[in-house]
């Protein structure tokens, strides 16, 4: 120990002493100009990282958004198509509705003037057939009622016959 | 990357080299004048007392820088190859003179009306014939020692040190400048994960991530200065700057002047204080919590000091083994150096990170905030 | 160093060294045998492990050198 306290030179530790505070001063600046470096760097790689990693699921989402987009179009195309092949059925229906609805007006206009000429045929024909008739009646009377009781016998046949009619 | 590795087995083995080589002068001086004059015990012990003196020397700091000697002392035709350093002396006023006066130790300086003389690498004021008066009883010398704040050896190393520390982290700290990419270029590439680590493995789990930042200057300071300063003491060139006191003593001094200066209220209230336990214990506990926290800075430089005197010691005595011993004994104990020398340049690491890393330890009890907040970073680290 | 009063301090400092062979010896065993069961906190041992043995050597140190 006595050894150690006279190895201990007053003037190594003086110097020593300044040395390395004036070191450590002119240090100081070195240090934290290569730390900072060195924290800059870990830090912008870490954000870059950060970003590389942000940028991947950014594309993840615009594949999803993309697919999305894809199906959503699909869809509206199936819908667009539903609906057309709707229109063309209700079209082609309504046509046909109205094709029948024509027709049977057609008919019945027809039916309706088929009735009618039928009924003024009818209708002159009786006339005719009346004309005839009082034509022939009269002919007839004519020649009958030469005689009294031919024209009696006429008249109650004729009776007769309205009745039946 | 195998042209850095050739690189470093060179220096490696230049160093171990020229380590022998330094050595080889008194393996020469030995069996020149004296084998045939000597009984065999005699020279055994003379070897002994020789490569304890170069081991000291190797180990003492110098107020001269000797690369290496020649010739025998005995013989008078020593020669230092090397360079002086200058004096300062503080004893009632500043004198300065350069260390080669002395001619190792051998002449008597005078100035200013005072005689100083260099003996054993430490300066004493004599009478002008250089005489040390030696006490009766103790054997110590009783003479008087003037302040010697000399750029001695070690001085003139941690200025130099500290020099190519300062260009060295000035380069790494422009380098990030170049590329525009943050990344660091030449000896950066190497010294940047071990900031990294010393950030990520030292700092922020013993201070906390909220306070390590403050710390970061010193701690990385202290660890590159040990780390090459241990490295330096490696080389052939004989400096060991932390094996002197002084240096470890002033850097953990630094450390505790840091912690005592950031100790926050829980860090004063858990010395003084003890918070749950009952009063009794806390008086008795009060001395105790103050003397360990003078112990730890204490055993902070002891650490330092001893791993790397002891290491060295070992090198060194093998290294004598070498020169001093028979041949027979050389190729194990050359295998066994280098195995040390291996271990060795590992400690120079492992005290720097130890250095550091106690160092965080007391920074951190000493800002560390209440017993709940710690518990809560526990649990969100686990 | 001669004389008998350098005995005792060197056979406590032989002991102090004997007691921080084992102490350290025992923090390495139970680190080898924590990093064996749990190899993802090889670290955190590591670390405390180089604390540990740190402390215990510097005592060893401290009393070396009182010799």
């Known amino acids: 120990m006595d050894k150690l306290i006279d190895g201990f030179s007053l003037g190594l530790f003086i110097w020593q002493l300044i040395f390395f505070l004036l070191i450590l001063g002119g240090l100081a600046f070195f240090w934290k100009k290569i730390l900072g470096a060195i924290e800059t760097r870990e830090s912008s790689i870490k954000d870059s990282l950060q970003a590389a990693e942000e940028a991947k699921a950014q594309v993840a989402q615009l594949k999803s958004s993309n697919e999305d987009a894809l199906r959503q179009a699909k869809e509206e195309r199936d819908a667009i198509l539903k609906e057309a092949r709707e229109l063309k059925d209700k079209i082609v229906a309504e046509a046909k509705d109205k094709a029948n609805e024509e027709s049977d007006r057609i008919v019945a206009n027809a039916r309706e003037v088929i009735k009618n000429e039928k009924n003024a045929a009818v209708a002159e024909l009786k006339n005719q057939v009346a004309a005839l008739s009082i034509e022939i009646a009269e002919k007839i009377v004519k020649q009958e009622l030469s005689s009294d009781d031919k024209q009696k016998a006429l008249a109650d046949t004729l009776v007769d016959d309205m009745n039946l009619n | ?382 | 160093m001669d004389g008998i009063e350098f005995i005792p301090k060197l056979v406590g400092a032989g002991l102090v060294v004997i007691g921080v062979g084992i102490g350290i010896g025992k923090i390495g065993a139970s680190a080898m045998e924590g990093i064996a069961r749990q190899p993802e906190a090889t670290n955190k041992i590591q670390t405390a492990m180089l604390i540990a043995a740190a402390l215990i050597e510097g005592i060893g140190f401290a009393a070396l050198f009182a010799v």
């Not at chain 2, 380098?175 to 270029?185: A, T």
């Not at chain 2, 006191?245 to 004063?268: E, H, P, Q, R, Y």
């Not at chain 2, 280098?338 to 007391?362: K, P």
């Open chain 2, 1 to 382: 990357m195998r042209a850095n590795f050739l690189k470093t087995l060179i220096i490696l083995l230049i160093g171990l080299g020229g380590n022998v080589m330094a050595s080889d002068s008194h393996d020469h001086d030995n069996h020149g004048g004296h084998e045939s004059s000597m009984s065999e015990e005699d020279e055994s012990a003379l070897r002994k007392l020789l490569v304890k003196e170069y081991i000291n020397h190797h180990l003492e700091d110098s107020h001269d820088f000797i690369l290496f000697s020649t010739g025998n002392r005995q013989d008078g035709d020593e020669k230092h190859v090397g360079f002086a350093l200058p004096v300062i002396l503080f004893d009632g006023g500043i004198k300065m003179f350069m260390s080669s006066e002395f001619e190792h130790g051998e002449k008597v300086v005078e100035k200013g009306g005072n005689y100083y003389r260099l003996y054993h690498g430490k300066i004493y004021k004599t009478d002008e014939h250089g005489t040390i008066k030696h006490d009766h009883e103790t054997g110590d010398i009783t003479n008087d020692m003037p302040v010697d704040l000399s750029i001695t050896k070690n001085v003139v190393f941690i200025f130099l040190i500290l020099l190519l520390m300062y260009f060295m982290f000035r380069g790494m700290a422009k380098s990030y400048d170049k590329g525009g990419d943050l990344m660091p270029r030449g000896a950066g590439r190497f010294l940047e994960p071990i900031i990294i680590f010393i950030r990520d493995d030292v700092a922020i789990p013993n201070i906390g991530e909220k306070k390590y930042k403050k710390f970061m200057p010193y701690l990385l300071t202290v660890f590159f200065f040990i780390w090459i300063v241990n490295l330096f003491g490696l080389t052939p060139l004989g400096v060991n700057v932390t094996n002197s006191l002084a240096v470890t003593g002033c850097l953990a001094l630094l450390t505790f002047v840091i912690m005592i200066a950031s100790g926050n209220k829980n860090f004063w209230m858990h010395i003084f204080w003890m918070p749950g336990v009952p009063w009794p214990m806390k008086i008795v506990l009060a001395p105790i919590e103050l003397i360990g926290l003078v112990i730890k800075p204490f055993s902070l430089m002891i650490r330092l000091f001893a791993n790397i005197t002891a290491g060295h010691i070992v090198l060194m005595s093998l290294m004598g083994m070498i020169i001093y011993n028979s041949w027979y004994g050389s190729g194990l104990t050359f295998l066994l150096t280098v195995v040390l020398v291996l271990i060795e340049l590992m400690v120079a690491a492992l005290q720097a990170y130890i250095f550091t890393m106690l160092s965080a330890l007391y920074f951190g009890s000493a800002v560390e905030e209440h017993e709940h907040d710690h518990e809560h970073e526990h649990s969100v680290a686990h």
